[in-house]
């Protein structure tokens, strides 16, 4: 657990400090700045999405798992939670919900929180987690500084679901599996891809409903790759 509360820390220290400088901030400068995250969000989904040896495979869980997600509209589920710690905490915030949302998706969609996990719960080996943390704390700066203090709470998040990832690691080896985790790069990198399509505001993608896809992809390469 030790890389969770670590990442977790970090991106509750990366938004305090972007909402103290979100403050100071000019409008404009807080416009550039989330357009850089959202190009470097871009291009960090691309690189992930074009990494995969199967695209046909990625793409078909990436459709499986919309489908999935819209209707259980997961989405929906995660902007109550938003809402109910908004209304919890008095914020007056108008991007609360979007700021956790957002910050929530991109911060445990991907390969590097499922190897991360892993290391941690089984070898109790951190490193890539405490890797992820930086990024996650410098992503955090940029976020909280323009979409508020809703970014914060999603180190809720992360300690909830990173962490029962890692305590549930011993008993999921088989993510180890090279095909496991190409599969779960390359899907995770095209909801990636859609977080900084959101941040660029060219669109507004229910990224929540995409989540079921790495379930979708684990699954696939865990049973062609036996």
Known sequence: ????????????????????????????LKTILMQGLGLSTIV????????????LAAIGCLLMGALTGE????????ERIGGWLKERTGSTSTTFVRGFVSASVLYL??????????QDGTVGDPSTLLIKSLLDG???????STLGVGVAFSALSVLVVQGGLTL????????????????????????ILGIGINLLEMARIRIGNFLPALLYAIAWAAWFSR
Not at 1 to 28: C, D, F, H, I, W
Not at 109 to 118: D, E, L
Not at 138 to 144: P, R
Not at 181 to 189: E, M, P, Q, S, W
């Open 109 to 118: 969609t991907g390969a590097m929180m499922i190897v991360g996990c892993i």
């Open 138 to 144: 410098f992503a955090s700066i940029a976020l909280a």
């Open 71 to 78: 209707l259980l509209r997961i989405e929906q589920g995660v």
């Open 168 to 191: 549930l690691a011993s008993h999921l080896d088989f993510l180890r599996e090279p095909a496991v985790l190409g599969a779960v790069t390359a899907t995770g990198g095209m909801i």
């Open 44 to 55: 960090i989904g691309l690189q992930m999405a074009l990494s995969g040896r199967e695209p």
């Open 1 to 28: 657990m030790t890389g969770t509360l670590v990442n977790a820390s970090t991106v509750l220290a990366g938004s305090l400090l972007g909402l103290v400088a979100g403050k100071r901030l000019p409008e404009r």
